[in-house]
């Protein structure tokens, strides 16, 4: 056994973890932010997502960065020194309170690490990802705004039926969210090891591993998303999480990794937009808009950085 693939699987359960913490905000923020659910049981519902899509649909993602983005494999060095660059920014992102595109910094951390080896790239197929970052969340945006519009038009019978009915909602979307997270986000980075213990094993570690992130540590992103960012209701955060679930779902089918941040985020902009331009938090988008732009380019750097320091 290559005396590497131990402190490889402990760093992708490092990762993991780091992962599911950051990211379970993108299940949980709406259903707290519109006060659907206590922090517990939107934690309990972004597990068990998690876990069912990580199971059900991880294994399409298993070629997203090693065919379609490398044509070549990495080796277990390699293969830790980008996990361990995404964890890296994973816990700085995670102590800030900001839901960093996790999907971002293991890409970038990969075609870094490529560079530096030599390693054939298939810029064909990095042109459709980053084509497809860019239209992630613009399509969820206009979804949300969509359905938000749409539901307006839906008369409920009585407050206290439709405040019921959109909880419901709710918690069902949250459920499809973190189902999606776990199908592509959690399936990306088994992809990613799978030469080390095989696919089938890394899916079960990354994807328990995320779900104990989620629901230990994932609560202080959560306020950041679904209370400083918009200004939510049961009606317009249905639309939030169900737009961006749906766009990340789509992508997941061709095997394109794209961030359930940016999906989520860009939903919660298209129902906040529903409601007025005061409901958005300039100041926050700046910040986070900000964060996505240079995070792939920095982890590509840092990767490049640490292979040159140990070949120099």
């Not at 206590?38 to 059900?56: D, E, K, V, Y």
């Not at 054939?120 to 945006?141: D, E, K, R």
């Not at 890394?202 to 950041?224: D, E, N, Q």
């Not at 169900?242 to 961030?259: C, D, E, K, N, R």
Request: proline share 4%; hydrophobic share 55%; with cysteine.
């Amino acid at each position: 056994m290559d005396p590497l693939l131990i402190p490889v699987v402990i760093l992708a359960t490092l990762t993991a973890v780091m992962v599911g913490a950051n990211n379970a905000s993108n299940a949980t923020a709406t259903l707290t932010g519109a006060k659907v659910a206590a922090q517990s049981s939107a934690a309990i519902i972004f597990a068990t997502g998690l876990l069912l899509g990580a199971a059900l649909e991880g294994g399409k993602m298993s070629g997203a960065v090693l065919g379609r983005t490398l044509e070549g494999g990495l080796g277990n060095w390699s293969v830790g020194v980008v996990l361990g660059v995404t964890f890296g920014i994973m816990i700085i992102a995670t102590g800030i309170g900001l839901p960093l595109p996790a999907t971002q910094a293991l890409y970038g951390a990969a075609i870094g690490s490529a560079v530096f080896l030599g390693t054939p790239l298939n810029f064909q197929g990095i042109t459709a990802i980053l084509a497809s970052w860019c239209m992630t969340p613009v399509v969820a945006a206009g979804a949300a705004l969509a359905i938000a519009r749409l539901e307006r038009r839906i008369p409920a019978k009585d407050l206290k039926t439709g405040t019921a009915v959109y909880g419901f909602l709710t918690l069902a979307a949250g459920f499809y969210t973190a189902y999606v997270l776990g199908a592509n986000t959690i399936g990306l980075i088994a992809g990613i090891m799978k030469g080390g213990i095989g696919l089938e094993a890394s899916i079960a570690l990354a994807s328990c591993s995320a779900a104990l992130g989620g629901m230990l540590f994932g609560r202080k992103v959560s306020t950041t998303v679904g209370e400083r960012i918009a200004i939510m209701g049961p009606p317009t955060a249905f639309a939030c999480q169900i737009g961006g679930a749906i766009t990340v779902h789509l992508f997941t089918q061709g095997g394109i990794p794209v961030s359930i941040s940016h999906a989520i985020i860009g939903g919660v902009a298209g129902g906040a937009l529903s409601k007025g331009l005061r409901a958005l938090n300039s100041a926050s988008w700046l910040r986070l808009a900000t964060l996505w732009f240079a995070t792939p380019l920095l982890t590509m750097v840092l990767a490049w950085l640490i292979h040159a320091s140990a070949a120099g």
